[in-house]
C-alpha cells in the first residue's frame, strides 16, 4: 500500500479527472479499502479540498466549487499546457497580460527542472502593426459580463464608443477573438439586424435584460460568418470599409466574399498572384492575365483591382462595372478639387 502522502496525492488526482467517482471504484484505483478511502477523504476535506460524498449503495464521491483555490494537482501534459496558456495570454488583447505573467512565475516556480526547461524554450513575442499601433485592449471585466450575458441569453444593453452614441440593445450570440481584438456578435433589437461590435468599444449596462431564444446565425457557423464581415474591412468591424458595429447587412454568412468579378490585367500573372490573396489568376499571356477576386463591397473590390496600375478589362458581373463608373466620378471630382460624389 501507497505511503499515506502519496496516497492522498493520487487521490486528488482521480478526483480532479473526472466529476464523479463511486467509493468502490475509487478503492480499486488506489488499491485500498472503501475505509481507507473514506479516511483519505476526511484528511483532504481538513486541507481544505471541498468533497461532497452522496451516500447509499452506490455512493461516490464529488471534488465541489470552494471558497478558495486549492493546491491543484496537474500531469506534465496538463502543466505544460497551461504554462503555455499563459505565456501566449498576451496575445489575445483581454487586458490580462500582468495576471498572467505572475500565474506563470508560480506555475514555473513548482515545475521540475524536465518541465521548466520546455517552458523556457517557447518564446512569444507580441508584434506591433505597422506604424507602431497596438490593438486596443478589452477590460477583463468587459469580457466576462459579455460571456456571461452569452451563455445565461439574456439581452444586454451597453454604451457603444465613440462618446455621444446612443445607447445599444442586443441579443448577445457569442464573443470571439480575431487578430488580437475581442467581438461580441449579437442581434441588434434596435436594428433589426446582426451586428459585430468591438468588445473594447462596449461598456456594459446593469441590469441585463429577459432571456431570450437564440437566433441560427446566417449560414449556421460563426467562424463564416465573422470571417465574411470582416472581408474587405480596413480594421475589422468599426472601422472603415468594414460593416462594423452601426452598420453592414446580415451578409450571407458562408465566409466567402460577398462580392466577387472577374476582370483582365495587363500584368504579368506572376506579378499579380503575389498580391491577389485569394484570388484566383490565370495566365492569358506574357503581360496579361485574368483575375477573379472577392471584397466586402462593389467599390471595394473596384478599388483593389485599380492599386495594380494596369490596363484593366472588366469581364463581370454589370455590379463591379457600375462600382468602377462610381469611382471613377470620386476620383475625377477629387482631382478637380470639387466635393466627392
Not at 4 to 17: F, G, I, N, Y
Not at 245 to 274: K, M, T
Amino acid at each position: 500500500m501507497p505511503k499515506t502522502s502519496a496516497r492522498l496525492l493520487s487521490l486528488l488526482s482521480l478526483l480532479q479527472a473526472r466529476r464523479d467517482w463511486p467509493g468502490a471504484l475509487l478503492a480499486e484505483r488506489l488499491d485500498v479499502s472503501p475505509r481507507t478511502v473514506r479516511r483519505d477523504v476526511d484528511r483532504l476535506r481538513e486541507l481544505g479540498y471541498p468533497i461532497v460524498a452522496a451516500k447509499g449503495p452506490d455512493g461516490g464521491y464529488r471534488l465541489g466549487a470552494g471558497t478558495r483555490l486549492p493546491p491543484l494537482l496537474f500531469d506534465d501534459e496538463q502543466a505544460v499546457a497551461l504554462a503555455v496558456a499563459l505565456r501566449t495570454a498576451a496575445a489575445t488583447g483581454a487586458g490580462i497580460e500582468e495576471a498572467a505573467a505572475r500565474a506563470l512565475n508560480t506555475v514555473r516556480q513548482v515545475m521540475p527542472a524536465r518541465l521548466r526547461h520546455r517552458i523556457d524554450a517557447f518564446q512569444v513575442t507580441a508584434v506591433e502593426q505597422s506604424g507602431g499601433r497596438r490593438e486596443p485592449q478589452a477590460d477583463s471585466g468587459v469580457l466576462l459580463a459579455l460571456s456571461a450575458a452569452v451563455r445565461a441569453c439574456e439581452e444586454l444593453r451597453f454604451d457603444y464608443a465613440p462618446a455621444g452614441s446612443p445607447p445599444r440593445r442586443v441579443q448577445p450570440h457569442h464573443l470571439v477573438v480575431r487578430g488580437g481584438r475581442w467581438y461580441l456578435v449579437a442581434w441588434d433589437l434596435d436594428r433589426d439586424d446582426w451586428r459585430v461590435f468591438r468588445a473594447d468599444r462596449i461598456t456594459p449596462r446593469t441590469p441585463t435584460g429577459p432571456r431570450f431564444t437564440p437566433r441560427e446565425l446566417p449560414g449556421g457557423s460563426v467562424a463564416g460568418f465573422v470571417t465574411g464581415r470582416f472581408r474587405g474591412a480596413a480594421d475589422g468591424p468599426g472601422g472603415s470599409g468594414g460593416p462594423g458595429g452601426s452598420g453592414g447587412g446580415s451578409g450571407s454568412g458562408s465566409g466567402d466574399w460577398p462580392c466577387r468579378g472577374e476582370v483582365i490585367l495587363d500584368l504579368n500573372a506572376a506579378d499579380v498572384s503575389r498580391f491577389a490573396r485569394d484570388g484566383v489568376v490565370e495566365e492569358l499571356g506574357p503581360d496579361r492575365c485574368r483575375l477573379v477576386l472577392g471584397s466586402w463591397s462593389w467599390p471595394a473590390l473596384a478599388a483593389t483591382v485599380g492599386m495594380f496600375d494596369a490596363g484593366i478589362e472588366v469581364v463581370g458581373p454589370p455590379e463591379l462595372t457600375a462600382a468602377f463608373r462610381v469611382l471613377a466620378r470620386r476620383y475625377a471630382s477629387a482631382a478637380d478639387g470639387a466635393d466627392g460624389v
